[in-house]
Each structure stands twice: as structure tokens, then as C-alpha cells.
């Protein structure tokens, strides 16, 4: 060891009979004292620590913040919390439950910050993950702010759900993909499909092949670029795998030929059928890449894009009979999985954002429930910070009608106002709107802050197990989950704080 020592000569670590030095002991070249050391972050919480900082601030109560203090204290000042959660297994093959928080601070920015990535043990039936999602919430003392739990589409976390107090909002990508699976097996592109994985992988399976198949790249003035393999549970990835093989079909056939290679090349007319398939893919595609990119969107832009999707699929006479397949099934199964979402809360977080609160994408039916429904939760918003009565003498009837029906006339002023607002740009964020118009909609502000903090995916959450799949390796397999825990969380805290 440096002779120097730690923190500048301050601290050694002890010496064992052998002459090896145990690097989780130190010595205070100063007092004498024995200290546990640990190279991880958890050393904020470490006994010894505390005691040095005492003795040398004077302070015999002093105790350092725990890990989470700085995010606690954060969920403390706001009044509603929505969750992300999903489980995840590692190359160990042990479980990991990543739930992530979400809200709107006082300045009107939606934050996220992971809170746990935590071990678990025991079989994910329904309510285990529901007693698991309530841990969560109990060690971070958010379980009355918390307005939803985001999760995928499996049963057993959609079961879980319905054993919470918090309304479920299932994740918009997760069901948008399912839909693309579904469409696919449904309809007649699947004969061109079978080929595609083939041709990759004699590709990607072959060195030789893949060095042959950037030299007739270059030859052709093509890119450079690497085949794509689809991969069930890869958003997007049929789609890349059929535009990366559309691009080289040149270079594809030239070198199955030379190769006289066995590998069946897709003919034109299947290549036709490819770009048909390109074509039905690509919204979904950029949909996905909307409501799942680095920067999080609120659940208020489901409607539209599903409404946009819509439009897109919507069966023609003039499409080919394999097209025409495709459509009908796409636009059946969304249907029947947008009816079975959490279409209540996602309309009035859509009438609550100012890109969206004409509602074209619902009937006009629909629209007038809405505007009910947000009106009901301005009276009972109204009623909840009202101060209470001082005295037990009940008002009279006549007195209660007319507050009723002045309250109920001062809350349609503040609907009316807020309708009357110009719509902005899709490409406008919505919270910096309410940020300046808060107070003109003072009313209003409380509940576009719950509802709008809700996110349209669990993406953060997939996010967190990337992190941790790249963190827990085949050589740092025996990492411990605790580690593992304070590790993701930390890191994941560090991005928020720069961003």
C-alpha cells in the first residue's frame, strides 16, 4: 500500500500476522481508532464515520443522511407519486423487482428517479408482486400519494394490481408491440418473414460471410452496416431486420450466389411484400420511439398516437389482400386492448394537457363525459381544502343549495377559461405551459400536477435493467444483490442530478 495512505496519510489499513494487509480495516493515524472501510458507497452509513465526524465537529448527535435522504426529501414536497415497476432476471438467474417514482416538483419539471432494484426470492404469483410494489412504497412513506402503478401486460402483474389502492396504467409500447406480434402471425407476410432470420444469420454466424458481405458493400457503394436479427422481445427489431435486408439486396444476392450457398434469397414479389410491411411498421415504430425515448412523455399523448395509428390503419379497398389482413387485425386487437386500459384516467390527463384538450381523437359523447368528469374533480378538489366549519349550528337547506350552485358556477368560469386557451404545438412541452399559466388556473394546477405525471411506458424500469444486465456479468456474477441495489440506484440518481 501507498505509504501515504488514505485521505492523504490519515488512515492505514491493519496489517494481518501474515504481513497482508485487510483493506476492510483502517487505522486513524491520529486517535488510534479501528475503523470498518469500504470502498462501495454504503460507507456513508458505516459506524465508524459517524463517530469521526462527531469527534471532530463536536457534535455528539450528529448522524449522517442515509443513502436516499437527498430523493426523500424530494418525494416529501409533492403531493402525487406515480410508479413504474417490471422484474427482471440476471445472467445468475436471480430475480430483481425495479420500481421507479415519478412526479411533478413545484417548478413544474417531471422528475423520475429509481427507488429500489431489489432482490426477490419467492415465486411471482399476484400477491407477492402487490405486497412487494407496497414495501416499496412504505419504505419510501409515498403509499397515500401514489396515483398509479405503470406495469407490461403480464397476468400476474395486472392481477397484482387489482390487489393495490392505485389505479394500474399498463404500458402504452408493451401493448403496441403485442399488437404488432399478433398482426404478423395473423396475417400472409409470414412466408417472406421465415426467410429473413435465415439470411441473417448466415451472416452473423460466419465471420467469412460477414467480412464477404462488407467487401460487396464497399463494392456497391453500399454502407457499411450489419444485418439485424429479429428478436421477439426487441422493440422494433422486425422492422430494422427487413430494411437493413432491403438495402442490401444487391449485395445479399450477389454473394449467396457466389457461394452457391443453400440459403433461399427472398424473391421480388416477397421483397414487395417487405416493403408493404416497412410501410405498416414504421408508425408503430416512430409511436414507440415517442412515448419510450430518453425523454419521458406523460400518459396524455396515448389517445393521440393511438388515434393517429388509427388513421394509418384504417382497411382500404385498394389495399392488396395481405395488406388488407394485416390492417384488420392490427385495428382489432388495439381496439380490444385500449378498451381493456385505464381509458378514464388516460382522457383526462389528454384534456388536462394543452396540446391535446380539444379531444379530437374521442366522439363528441365522449368528450362531454370528460369535461364531467374533470368538473366533478375540481368540486371535490374545491371541498377538500376548504377550511372546516367552527360551528356545530347545521346551514339551512337553502343555504347549502345556493354555495352548491355558486361553487358549481365559479368551477364552470374556471373550465371555460381554460377551454378558451389557444391549443399549442405538439412540439411544445406542456408543463412549461402550466408553469406560466398556474395562476390563472389556480383551480386547475393540483389536478394537471396528478395526472400528468403519470408516464405512457415502463421504460424507466427497462432502463434500470440494462444498466444492472451490464453491471452483473458472468464475472461479477457473485456481486451481491445489496450491491446491486446501491449501485443502479446511485447511478441512476447521479444521471438525474445532471440532467
Known amino acids: 500500500m501507498d505509504e501515504d495512505g488514505l485521505l492523504g496519510g490519515k488512515f492505514l489499513f491493519k496489517k494481518l500476522p501474515d504481513g497482508l494487509l485487510d483493506k476492510m480495516r483502517v487505522r486513524c493515524t491520529v486517535c488510534k481508532a479501528k475503523f470498518k472501510y469500504h470502498r462501495s458507497i454504503s460507507i456513508v452509513e458505516d459506524d465508524g464515520l459517524r463517530e469521526v ?45 425495479g420500481v421507479t417514482a415519478h412526479f411533478i416538483g413545484n417548478d413544474w419539471t417531471l422528475q423520475s428517479f429509481a427507488l429500489t432494484v431489489s432482490k426477490t426470492e419467492q415465486r411471482h404469483y399476484a400477491e407477492v408482486c402487490a405486497d412487494h410494489f407496497l414495501s416499496v412504497a412504505n419504505e419510501w412513506n409515498i403509499r397515500v400519494k401514489l396515483t398509479t402503478l405503470g406495469t407490461d401486460s403480464a397476468r400476474n402483474m395486472v392481477a397484482a394490481t387489482r390487489l393495490l389502492p392505485f389505479e394500474h396504467m399498463p404500458c402504452m409500447v408493451h401493448i403496441l408491440q403485442r399488437t404488432v406480434t399478433v398482426s404478423l402471425n395473423d396475417s400472409t407476410f409470414e412466408t417472406a418473414l421465415a426467410k429473413c432470420p435465415k439470411i441473417v444469420g448466415h451472416f452473423k454466424h460466419s465471420p467469412a460471410n460477414a467480412q464477404e458481405s462488407k467487401a ?45 450457398s443453400k440459403v433461399t434469397m427472398l424473391t421480388d414479389q416477397e421483397f414487395h411484400r417487405l416493403q408493404k410491411l416497412e410501410e405498416l411498421l414504421e408508425p408503430c415504430q416512430y409511436v414507440t420511439e415517442l412515448l ?88 371535490a378538489e374545491t371541498h377538500a381544502h376548504q ?15 345556493m354555495s352548491i350552485c355558486l361553487l358549481g358556477n365559479a368551477i364552470d368560469r374556471c373550465l371555460n377559461l381554460y377551454k378558451a386557451e389557444p391549443k399549442i404545438d405538439v412540439g411544445e412541452c406542456p408543463l412549461q405551459w402550466w408553469l406560466k399559466r398556474e395562476g390563472a388556473h389556480a383551480r386547475l394546477a393540483p389536478i394537471a400536477h396528478k395526472y400528468l405525471s403519470t408516464l405512457a411506458t415502463t421504460v424507466p424500469c427497462e432502463r434500470l435493467f440494462s444498466h444492472s444486465g451490464h453491471m452483473i456479468q458472468n464475472k461479477r456474477a457473485s456481486l451481491s444483490s445489496d450491491n446491486v441495489n446501491r449501485i443502479v440506484c446511485f447511478s441512476n440518481w447521479l444521471s438525474a442530478k445532471k440532467d
Open 53 to 97: 465526524i462527531r469527534a471532530a465537529s463536536g457534535d455528539v448527535c450528529y448522524n449522517p443522511p442515509l443513502r436516499g435522504t437527498t430523493q426523500s426529501s424530494k418525494l416529501v414536497q409533492v403531493r402525487n407519486v406515480a410508479l413504474t415497476g417490471d422484474h427482471w432476471t440476471s445472467v445468475n438467474n436471480n430475480n430483481y423487482l
Open 292 to 379: 419510450g425515448g430518453e425523454r419521458y412523455v406523460s400518459c396524455s399523448m396515448e389517445l393521440s398516437a393511438l388515434s393517429h395509428l388509427f388513421r394509418i390503419m384504417e382497411p382500404s379497398d385498394d389495399d392488396p389482400g395481405y395488406v388488407l389482413g394485416f390492417k384488420k387485425a392490427f385495428t382489432t386487437d388495439i381496439a380490444q386492448r385500449r378498451d381493456s386500459s385505464n381509458l378514464t384516467w388516460l382522457k383526462i390527463a389528454t384534456a388536462l394537457d394543452p396540446r391535446f384538450k380539444d379531444l379530437k381523437c374521442l366522439s363528441k359523447d365522449e368528450r362531454r363525459e370528460v369535461w364531467a368528469s374533470v368538473h366533478d374533480l375540481l368540486m
Open 387 to 401: 377550511p372546516s366549519a367552527q360551528t356545530t349550528e347545521e346551514p339551512s337547506p337553502k343555504k347549502n343549495k
Open 216 to 260: 460487396q458493400q464497399a463494392a456497391h457503394g453500399h454502407q457499411t452496416e450489419l444485418l439485424v436479427q429479429d428478436i421477439p422481445t426487441r422493440w422494433n427489431s422486425t422492422l430494422e431486420m427487413i430494411k437493413r435486408i432491403q438495402r442490401n439486396k444487391s449485395v445479399l444476392t450477389t454473394v449467396l450466389a457466389q457461394q452457391n
